[in-house]
């Protein structure tokens, strides 16, 4: 299966450079930078860099576009205020897998006017990586969002934006359509068949896998697609109120628990094989869609190594 084909020009470091700092302009600009603990994370820089390769940083894109405790709106003198406009971005060294994983989110949040103004504000340009051995990501998932990819000798145009980009730097001649380089990572994601999930309820590898979960719930909080949250009022003694939206997670005690007590999913097992049919068989109005992008953010950061790819081969072979 092949990535898909976009406009393309050649375009080498000296010219990437010119076009990179027109581009960034009055924008902030963010891009996966390595920090003395070695963890890589998505930070402010004065330029952008040039380095045609990609990263991915700990935290993905979901921490510019969906803040961990974003404010909705504040009551005070004199009213209502909405949050303030959000500022014009530059994110630079994006990995096709997170550039999936942004198409994801653009899905789940079309109608979120919040969302839709961050990210009518966002220009992202994606990079070629070097997968990881247990990076796990799919052609055949959603094409690639974000703008522009640059492998440090040719430029593409994936969104209407990019490929007017791409047709300014060549005004004598056409861009040709070209695939993108194509990341080789080292295993393919097993694909689990609903019917084989469905009968999986109640089948004692979840409670067996989910025996050293520690509900610390780093596996979603690290996941590009994860976006789950919750709705809190801040009411301060002056009177004043503010809304916010902040990160929730399924392997939390009152994710699931609703009105007069009653959870949904009161056990760990319960809760590890909703994130699995959440993760590997799409949800809701993306049902069929998987939510995984092979990043295997979620494998690294969990401390008592649970992994979903396992136990997708695990019900691909032998069934519930
Ligand atoms: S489930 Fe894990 S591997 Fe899949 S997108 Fe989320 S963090 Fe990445
Ligand atoms: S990171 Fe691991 S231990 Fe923590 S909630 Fe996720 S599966 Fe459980």
């Known amino acids: 299966m092949l990535w898909p084909a976009f406009p393309s020009i050649p375009l080498a470091r000296e010219q990437a450079e010119g076009l990179f700092l027109r581009l960034a302009g009055d924008r902030q600009v963010w891009s996966p930078q390595c920090g003395a603990d070695g963890l890589w994370r998505l930070q402010m820089l004065d330029r952008p860099p040039l380095d045609a390769a990609a990263q991915l940083p700990f935290l993905p894109l979901k921490k510019l576009l969906l803040p ?11 009213g209502y205020a909405p949050p303030p406009p959000p500022p014009a971005l530059l994110v630079t060294g994006v990995a096709l897998c997170d550039l999936q994983a942004l198409a994801y989110l653009d899905q789940t949040f079309a109608d979120d006017p919040l969302y839709c103004a961050r990210r009518a504000r966002l220009l992202v340009i994606g990079a070629p990586c070097t997968p990881a051995d247990d990076c796990a990501c799919r052609a055949d998932g959603l094409p690639p969002a974000g703008d522009l990819f640059w492998d ?44 084989d999930f469905l009968a999986s309820a109640g089948a004692p590898l979840w409670e067996a896998e989910a025996a050293r979960c520690l509900a610390c719930g780093a596996c979603s909080a690290v996941c590009p697609t994860c976006a789950c949250y919750e709705v809190l009022d801040e009411a301060r003694l002056d009177g004043t109120v503010t809304r916010r939206r902040v990160w929730d997670n399924c392997f939390f005690t009152d994710h699931a628990r609703v009105a007069g007590g009653f959870d949904f999913r009161p056990g760990r097992g319960a809760r590890l094989r909703f994130r699995f049919e959440h993760k590997r068989l799409g949800f809701g109005p993306l049902r069929g869609l998987p939510a995984c992008v092979g990043c295997g953010r979620c494998r690294r950061a969990c401390p008592v190594d649970i992994d979903l790819e396992p136990i997708a081969r695990r019900l691909c072979q032998e069934g519930a």
């Open 68 to 78: 961990a405790a974003d404010p909705l709106w504040h009551h005070g003198s004199p």
């Open 152 to 195: 440090g000798t040719r430029l593409w145009g994936l969104s209407p934006a990019g490929r007017e980009i791409v047709a300014e730097a060549v005004p004598d001649g056409s861009p040709q359509t070209v695939a993108l380089p194509v990341p080789s990572p080292a295993q393919p994601m097993s694909m689990v068949d609903a019917a």
